[in-house]
Nanobody, 123 residues
Framework: QVQLVESGGGLVQAGGSLRLSCAASGLTFSNYGMGWFRQAPGKEREFVAAITWSGGSPKYAGDVRGRFTISTDNAKNTVYLQMNSLKPEDTAVYYC????????????????WGQGTQVTVSS
């Protein structure tokens, strides 16, 4: 049974930082790419970043590149999203997801999802 469990969300002031974690289990990790998505109220879920367990250059959405960093700790089966220089427009529920396709930006091509963690950035 595949499980993705996010944590690390919260309330932060603009300019601050948060680190999200996604603990993964039940996957053959080498077969999956991992992604972070977010969904703000009234908006569609959108791609944030993607990475693979076996290395390679991560992929980022344009509005987070240079501020967010996705990484993995293979020993802990955990994917991280370090978010710096946060802006109010980063406020959303953040989701971790797994796909058999690597560095995928389309949410429709992800097979497994976590429950989400709320990030709120105050101005």
């Amino acid at each position: 049974q595949v499980q993705l469990v996010e944590s690390g969300g919260g309330l932060v002031q603009a300019g601050g930082s948060l680190r999200l974690s996604c603990a993964a289990s039940g996957l053959t990790f080498s077969n999956y790419g991992m992604g972070w998505f977010r969904q703000a109220p009234g908006k569609e879920r959108e791609f944030v970043a993607a990475i693979t367990w076996s290395g390679g250059s991560p992929k980022y959405a344009g509005d987070v590149r240079g501020r967010f960093t996705i990484s993995t700790d293979n020993a802990k089966n955990t994917v991280y999203l370090q978010m710096n220089s946060l802006k109010p427009e980063d406020t959303a529920v953040y989701y971790c997801a797994a796909s058999t396709r690597l560095w995928e930006e389309s949410q429709y091509l992800y097979d497994y999802w976590g429950q989400g963690t709320q990030v709120t950035v105050s101005s």
